[in-house]
């Protein structure tokens, strides 16, 4: 009988998570531009929307904490996973819905299905994984989970722009809600290629029980939250920021107490774990920038003029950000036409053509034909399809001369790698002279093909990562640390983004990032001989 090179379950997992990235990075991709309509949105100004969306995704990437811990103790992954989706799916449908109230409402069931599917689905592909059969191919195969992801992340955005434009922000909505129900019938319709992996692991008289975990854990995160909201001041950015930040430290102390109350043979792989947990939190601070500070460079420092060639399509898909020009204008249009907030007050954004070559601007009264912004968000799942099936190639490269780095060694490189990538953006910032002329999209494309090629020896690492090493008991609540690490990391992306506007050379901040990127390489580097050694010991 001829070997597989990977379990039948893949696919189905594959498109599973596909589609459900579609339908999450289509609500992500035009949540803020929602918020700031004055016509059909809720007329937010940018420091509120900002702040809604950061805490929003922070929780998003917290509640995998929660759901992986029931998943392994109680639920099971595939109730979980079906749970979660559904939640999710109602919550994309309820936002089409106009009104503050519901969209709160909408927001907590997307925090919370994320919750349960996330954790669960990757844990469910570890298990699949954890056979000789396979075992050697397990970071292939997570590579190859990682692409579905970013597929329906690139899709997403080009959906969403034509659907808004076409018909409005509801329809994009229900698109997203429509992608996760598909998510979910593919998923149902694989359960006997994966069915024989989802074994509930009960508490044993080693483990807090869920009781205690909420009692002590959670609900003082509760109160810690509480408490940093309600600070005098704000200490990091805003009071939202310091809640979410507070609520932390007891989930945080959970972890350090797993990992002491851990007997010694499962001390070591934990202590591993968290680690690099703590390590890679740098790497989602400066990455999650996407939705802000690059869409900020992308909005108001790229030429994003639509090639002559091209535009006819582009307004036949409904993709056209039309800019009109008005000669010294200082009434300032976004992408929506928007030039008036809640109070009908004129808002003051940069305008388009206040760094735009005079030779480049057109005539009064006519206007420029331009990239949607949030169509730029493709650009990163772009180069994640387009460069997964090279590093898979390269790493099988190595391995067949077995010179293949260790999962550890990757994520280490991957941090060095995104580091560099910030050095792309310092390049477009003496480009464009600090912003006075517009850079080409070259710069910013080039920069997202670096840190996409970092992301690729780290993301997908790390969820493979943490199915090799923990306790088959611990799994999917292994997997939500990992997931508060990028929970903590996309908060401190938004306190990043909040010293832009401080900056009045914009090369330093690059520069920051990419200070704070190496400061974190450096430590994972020195951690590498110890970290090697655990995983040369436990995952073979």
């Known amino acids: 009988m001829k070997q597989r090179k990977h379990p039948k379950a893949l696919p189905f997992l594959f498109f599973s998570e596909m589609w459900e990235r579609f339908g999450y990075y289509l609500m992500i991709g035009i949540f803020t531009l929602y918020l700031k309509d004055t016509v059909d949105g809720f ?158 692991k009960p508490a044993t008289g080693k483990d807090m029980p869920l009781l205690q975990i909420f009692g002590v854990i959670l609900l003082p995160a509760i109160g810690f939250g509480l408490i940093g909201y309600f600070l005098p001041e704000p200490i990091v950015g805003s009071r939202s920021t310091d809640a979410f930040l507070f609520g932390c430290i007891p989930v945080v102390f959970f972890y350090g107490r797993l990992l002491y109350k851990s007997p010694p043979e499962e001390k070591r792989p934990i202590a591993a774990m968290l680690a690099i947990f703590g390590v890679v939190i740098a790497f989602w601070a400066v990455f999650k920038q996407n939705g802000s500070t690059l869409s900020t460079w992308a909005d108001r420092y790229t030429d994003r003029a639509i090639p002559t060639a091209m535009l006819p399509t582009m307004k036949t898909l409904h993709l056209v950000d039309t800019i009109p020009y008005k000669k010294d204008s200082v009434v300032v249009m976004d992408h929506q036409f928007r030039t008036a907030d809640k109070n009908h007050k004129e808002i003051s954004y940069p305008n388009y053509y206040k760094n735009l070559k005079d030779e480049d601007k057109p005539k009064e009264g006519e206007a420029v034909y331009a990239f949607n912004t949030n169509i730029f968000q493709s650009v990163n799942p772009f180069w994640v399809v387009a460069l997964t099936p090279l590093i898979l190639a390269f790493f099988a490269f190595l391995k067949r001369r077995k010179k293949e780095p260790s999962t550890p060694t990757k994520i280490a490189f991957g941090l060095v790698i995104s580091a560099l990538s910030c050095l792309v953006m310092v390049g477009a910032v003496y480009a464009s002279q600090n912003g006075a002329i517009k850079s080409s999209a070259w710069w910013f494309i080039s920069s997202y093909a670096v840190i996409t090629i970092g992301e690729l020896f780290l993301s997908p690492m790390g969820l493979s990562m943490v199915s090799k090493l923990s306790p088959p008991r611990l799994t999917a609540l292994m997997m939500g640390g990992w997931f508060l690490a990028t929970s903590i990391g996309n908060k401190l992306s938004g306190v990043l983004s909040s010293l832009w506007d401080g900056y009045e050379n914009k090369q330093n901040f690059f520069y920051v990032n990419f200070i704070l990127l190496g400061a974190a390489a450096l430590l994972m580097f020195a951690m590498l001989k110890w970290l090697n050694k655990i995983f040369k010991d436990y995952a073979g």
């Open 43 to 200: 007329s937010m100004t940018e420091a509120e929307a900002s702040d809604l969306y950061g805490t929003f995704i922070a929780f998003v990437f917290l509640t995998p904490f929660v759901g992986g811990l029931l998943a392994d103790r109680v639920i099971g992954y595939r109730r979980s996973i079906i749970f979660g989706g559904f939640l999710m799916g109602v919550g994309y449908c309820l936002m089409s819905i106009h009104d503050l109230n519901m969209l709160y409402l909408s927001m907590l069931l997307v925090i919370l299905g994320n919750g349960f599917f996330k954790p669960n689905i990757s844990t469910l592909l570890g298990n699949l994984y954890n056979n000789e059969e396979y075992k050697s191919r397990k970071d292939e195969g997570y590579n190859i989970f990682y692409m579905g992801i970013n597929i329906g992340a690139f899709v997403c955005n080009f959906f969403a722009a034509a659907l808004y434009n076409s018909i409005g922000w509801g329809a994009a909505f229900i698109a997203a809600g429509v992608g996760m129900f598909i998510g979910i019938v593919i998923f149902w319709a694989g359960t006997k290629h994966f069915k024989h992996v989802d074994v509930i």
